[in-house]
């Protein structure tokens, strides 16, 4: 087995160019699993985290987007200043493993592996992140809705790499929350991310662990929408069981060793109203007429 | 014996390196192997290796149950660096081994009937080799019907899938009234799930053979050398002194190291090609590779008087023992016999079954047998306080049995049996004093911790309790002795046991002990091997007892020659010496001559076995002092609930054990928050799925243990009370704290949701369904 390191992001790719089977290797997080468990075996190998250009971030205050490189560690996520930016991002990337985890395991490879139970991404979701993929033939631009074509299988083509997202920076709340059977470092049984545009009066919900990719909730979002006033940060209560319930419909969940599709719905439900709440928190009684 | 003159012979000192070790009994001291074990360098059996050395691995069953029509094994030959390919016409001795019943075939060879169970072994000059060799073989199997409901094995209702059929042992307890009624009568089906032992140091061994292949030489991870020595043996065919064992460093065990795992195919793929051979599990085939905690359901009614107290009980118990005995007819005589738990009860009707099925083997794991019974009394216990308008403690404290009280097998418990006072300490241990999601609202303290799933408001909060008793050592009229040999030579105490480390602390407490008692500050452990008597498993809560007593009453021989040796140089009768520190004093008189100095140029040597009582067989209707002795502890479970998700956050555990003497009290309390995170684990997260005879989480992304932030505040209070019994007053102390645990958990748990919870482990969807 070969094992290059590459330091360019031209280099990368030349790299693949060459050896179009080879795999990539940025934290290692999922792939040395599945190495050592024999479900995947390989020739060559190609590590990335080391490449300067998949290793920064940028904020473009013009478009008010955030391009986040593969690279970018969930450590770093977490933490300000990226984390400011997307506050739901940065809760789904401390809901990921353990802090030596955290160190390790990149955004990249969490898009690269798109398991329906991947952290980062019911956020990518929600906020219609782009996934900028680079070969030495050139550029291109997917839509993360569009990345995905079912579990752990994606649109990028031998010779490709994921050189990074990016998302937009809302104004508004953002929450992200996961329901495992351990407190910490689990894997989702269902997950949701709610996000708010305050500006562009949108509400996005995205579910992961209960599909075969991460899904979205277009009649949940309408519901919010009509029930919300953006501008008082208010929504009518009425309307959160509705919203909820029609989280729960959208979720496509399985039995499985895991957990039973029955409970997946349930906790879908349950997620999308308490998050809905929080985005949208009850007016004091008395304080409003 | 005389003390003989010194002659320079080099000892050789264990792994175990560090800091020095100082510290008599009762003083905390720190390990001798600790220092090297968090900082890395501590050699676990992983980490052997030897010049020259083959990878050793093994082909595993795909099916629960199948014949096999054929072994093809050409391909695997075929491949370059295989150097042994071996089935189970390879095996030259036994075909099986067992602990009690010899019914597990070192290789399959008509029928597998577990998935996991080894059918061929190889040898290769790389992992990676052995991995293509196990691909290459081909094994014809005919697919057949597996058996995986329990209750089938144990009506008969299912055709025998072994031909010692599928009932591993019946047993009966009944005594006194068995017609006798209560005012008050309260039943339930309990069911526990299957849990693994799950330590960290994966099986791993390195076989070295005779040069002629006249004897092998194995360094394992094991719980018990000498009995793994005779099963080795019996297999190849080699007298027992032919096959010498060491203890390669253990990283944990809780029963599942007491059964042979990978031992026999070391040696025997050893032997084959006269090389040096090594066999190192993965977490998956650790998982398939050793037996686990019985599952087990429970029926079980209580009769009582409207005041609470227990009149009769009555419990039906089925444990799943998997493909093959192991201790699973020892594992249901724990069970059946613990079923009334730690209280006053004269009459019962209780059967049991542990049967055979085509899941893993199942065999011992810390608690053996009684954790299942415990589950299952002390949810009645709660159910029974409801039903009479008591609490929880009042129940418990009305029924908690005494020093003198007889156990429905007949047996008079005659241990210190403080069970009131370990309820009423930890009663009285304060309660967290944290609100729901602790001081600072940090959402890591909430049910869902890092998930972020819940808010305050969300979360309700229950207080539940577990009391529990449990046998100490072997039972059933075994002879589980312990030997040890002590040398005290120019004031150093060198001391040579079989008793294997599993990370309990014995190489601690051994040095403690001959400290206290020869009045020595170094001590030095000679290599865990078989070439001294047996010390028996290091399980059942034995070895502070057994080899303890053996280590000390071996001290006391060599003691009892330095006395005499004193007494003649300086003309004292040896009776009126004493150890005073380091010294050799006269009780009489003014002598004092220091150990160091008494001992100079001289060698004082002796071994001694420790034997505890002797036990009965139980007879058809459950009777007989089939124990050993007994310990007690309580516990106390403080849980946060998200009764809308089915998420858990054990807030605090606050128990009191009943420990006899803590010999080293840091120990103890390891003991004690080690087993409660076992009994957390239980309680909400821990359990092998099988699902038609497959293990679906044969890892530890799905088989999940508590984490830190899962691990509640535990409180302790060690009862005191040194049993006359036992040889240094100490009772075992590392299973009770995993027994009374699970229960009380649960127990919170039903407590904050209103809710009848009867199966472990809890499942967010028993509490949200
Ligand atoms: C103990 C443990 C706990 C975990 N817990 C969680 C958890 O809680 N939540 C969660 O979501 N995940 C979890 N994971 C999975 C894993 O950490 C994440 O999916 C992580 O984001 C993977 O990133 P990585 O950099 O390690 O990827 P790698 O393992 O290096 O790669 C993953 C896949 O993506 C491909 N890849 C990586 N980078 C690129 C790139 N730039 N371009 C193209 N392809 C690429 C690789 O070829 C591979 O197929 C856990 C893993 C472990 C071992």
Redesign the pocket.
């Known amino acids: 087995m070969s094992v290059t390191v590459a330091h360019t992001l031209d280099e990368a790719l030349e790299l693949l160019a060459a050896t179009p089977s080879a795999?990539?290797?940025?934290?290692?997080?999922?792939?040395?699993?599945e190495l050592n468990m024999g479900h995947r075996r390989t020739d060559a190998v190609v590590c990335?985290?080391r490449v300067g250009e998949?290793r920064s971030w940028r904020h473009d205050p013009g478009t008010d987007t955030l391009r986040i490189g593969?690279?970018i560690t969930y450590a770093e996520l977490m933490d300000a200043p990226l984390a400011g930016f997307s506050p739901a991002l940065a809760q789904a990337a401390r809901?990921?493993?353990?802090p030596q985890?955290r160190n390790?395991?990149?955004?990249?490879?969490?898009v690269?592996?798109a398991?329906p139970?991947?952290?980062?991404l019911p956020v990518l979701r929600a906020l219609d992140a782009v996934v900028h993929l680079a070969s030495t033939a050139g550029t291109r631009d997917v839509p993360f809705a569009e990345f995905a074509t079912g579990p752990k299988r994606t649109v990028?083509q031998p010779g490709e790499?994921?050189t990074g997202v990016t998302i937009p920076v809302l104004n508004g709340f953002q929450g992200y929350s996961k329901v495992g059977v351990r407190n910490a470092?689990?894997?989702a049984t269902a997950s949701a991310c709610l996000a708010v545009d305050t500006n562009g009066h949108t509400v996005r919900l995205a579910l992961g662990s209960v599909g075969p990719v991460i899904l979205r909730a277009p009649e949940a979002e309408t519901i919010a929408v009509q029930a919300a006033d953006f501008e008082a940060g208010t929504i009518d209560p009425e309307a959160i069981p509705a919203f909820a319930a029609a989280a729960a419909a959208a979720a496509r969940p399985i039995d499985d060793h895991r957990s039973t599709a029955a409970y997946r719905r349930r906790a879908i439900e349950v997620l999308s109203r308490r998050l809905l709440t929080r985005a949208f928190p009850a007016p004091t009684p008395g304080a409003s007429s | 014996m005389s003390a003989t003159t010194a002659t320079t012979t080099t000892t050789t000192t264990t792994t175990t390196t560090g800091a020095p070790v100082t510290g008599r009994l009762g003083d905390s001291p720190v390990r001798p192997d600790g220092i090297a074990k968090v900082q890395g360098s501590f050699a676990f059996s992983g980490d052997l290796s030897a010049d020259g050395s083959l990878w050793g691995a093994t082909l595993r069953s795909p099916h629960p149950y199948a014949r096999i029509v054929s072994i093809d094994l050409s391909g695997a030959w075929a491949i370059n660096g295989v150097e042994a390919v071996v089935t189970a016409e390879d095996v030259p001795g036994k075909p099986t081994y067992g602990l009690i019943d010899q019914d597990q075939p070192v290789f399959a060879s008509e029928y597998v009937r577990y998935v996991g169970e080894p059918v061929a072994a190889v040898a290769a000059n790389h992992p990676e080799t052995c991995r293509r060799a196990l691909a290459a073989i081909r094994v014809e199997y005919e697919v057949l019907e597996p058996l995986t409901d329990p209750e089938r094995a144990a009506d008969g209702t299912f055709p025998p899938i072994h031909p010692n059929g599928n009932v591993f042992r019946h047993q009966r307890i009944v005594r006194g009234d068995t017609e006798a009624t209560g005012e008050v009568v309260v039943e339930s089906d309990y069911e526990i799930g299957m849990q693994d032992q799950a330590f960290l140091g994966l099986e791993a061994a390195l076989a070295i053979p005779d040069p002629g292949g006249e004897g092998v030489e194995l360094y394992v991870a094991t719980q018990w050398l000498h009995e793994d020595r005779g099963q080795i043996a019996a297999c190849l065919d080699l007298p027992a002194e032919k096959v010498r064992l060491t203890l390669g460093g253990v990283g944990g065990a809780f029963g599942a190291r007491e059964d042979i795992s990978l031992q026999v195919h070391t040696c025997l793929l050893a032997l084959r090609t006269g090389r040096p051979v090594r066999i190192a599990y993965s977490r998956e085939e650790s998982f398939l590779g050793h037996v686990h905690r019985h599952p087990a359901r429970i029926w079980m009614r209580h009769h009582a008087t409207r005041d609470g107290k227990i009149v009769k009980i009555e419990a039906r118990i089925v444990m799943d023992g998997g493909a093959y005995a192991s201790t699973s007819s020892a594992v249901l005589i724990n069970a059946v016999t613990h079923m009334q738990g730690p209280y006053k009860c004269e009459n019962a009707v209780v059967d049991g079954w542990a049967v055979r099925t085509n899941h893993l083997p199942c065999g011992a794991m810390r608690g053996f047998g009684v954790v299942q019974a415990c589950f299952a009394h002390e949810g009645q216990m709660d159910r029974l306080a409801a039903a009479c308008g008591l609490d929880p403690v009042e129940i418990r404290l009305r029924n908690a049995m005494e020093t003198g009280d007889r156990l429905i097998t007949g047996q008079v418990i005659e241990n210190v049996a403080p069970v009131r006072e370990c309820i009423l300490e930890t009663a009285a241990l304060p309660l967290p004093d944290e609100p729901v999601g602790g001081h600072d609202g940090d959402p890591m303290r909430l049910p869902g911790g890092a998930g972020l799933t819940a808010d305050r408001s969300h979360i309700r909060r229950g207080i539940g309790w577990g009391v529990a008793i449990k046998n100490l050592m072997y039972s059933e009229g075994f002879d589980d002795f312990s030997t040890a040999r002590v040398t005290l030579r120019d004031g150093v105490a060198s001391l040579k046991f079989a008793t294997a480390e599993v990370g309990q602390g014995f190489v601690t407490l051994a040095g403690q002990i001959a400290r206290s008692v020869l009045g020595v500050d170094d001590v030095v452990l000679e290599p865990i091997d078989t070439t001294v008597g047996s010390a028996g498993s290091t399980s059942a809560s034995r070895q502070t007892w057994m080899s303890g007593g053996a280590v000390d009453g071996a001290c006391r021989l060599v003691r009892e020659q330095l006395f005499a040796h004193v007494g003649a140089q300086h003309g004292v009768d040896p009776l009126r010496l004493a150890i005073d520190g380091r010294d050799v004093v006269d009780t009489m008189g003014d002598l004092c001559v220091p150990v160091a100095q008494a001992t100079a140029g001289l060698v004082f040597e002796d071994t001694f076995e420790h034997h505890h009582r002797p036990t009965e067989e139980l007879d058809e209707n459950g009777q007989g002092n089939c124990h050993t002795a007994f310990a007690f502890v309580a516990h106390r479970a403080v849980v946060d609930v998200d009764p809308e998700l089915g998420l858990v956050k054990v807030v605090q555990i606050a128990t009191a054990q009943d420990v006899g003497r803590a010999l080293n009290p840091l120990s103890v309390i390891g003991q004690i928050e080690g087993g409660i995170a076992q009994g957390v684990g239980l309680a909400v997260m821990e359990e092998i799925v099988q699902i038609d005879g497959r293990v679906r989480n044969a890892n530890f992304t799905d088989y999940l243990l508590p984490t830190f932030l899962d691990m509640p505040d535990v409180v302790a209070t060690l009862i005191e009370h040194p049993d006359p019994m036992a040889p240094l007053g100490a009772k075992g102390v590392g299973e009770p704290p995993c027994i009374s645990s699970t229960p009380a958990v649960v127990a919170a748990i039903r407590d904050a949701i209103g809710k009848d919870l009867t199966r472990t482990p809890v499942r967010p969807s028993d509490i949200v369904f």
């Not at chain 1, 809901?95 to 353990?98: K, R």
């Not at chain 1, 390790?104 to 969490?110: D, V």
């Not at chain 1, 139970?117 to 980062?120: E, F, R, T």
Request: glycine share 20%; proline share 0%.
């Open positions: 795999t990539v290797l940025a934290g290692g997080t999922d792939l040395m699993v990335v985290n998949l593969a690279a809901t990921v493993g353990s985890i390790a395991a990149t955004i990249g490879g969490n690269g592996t398991s139970a991947g952290d980062g990028v790499l994921i470092m689990v894997i």
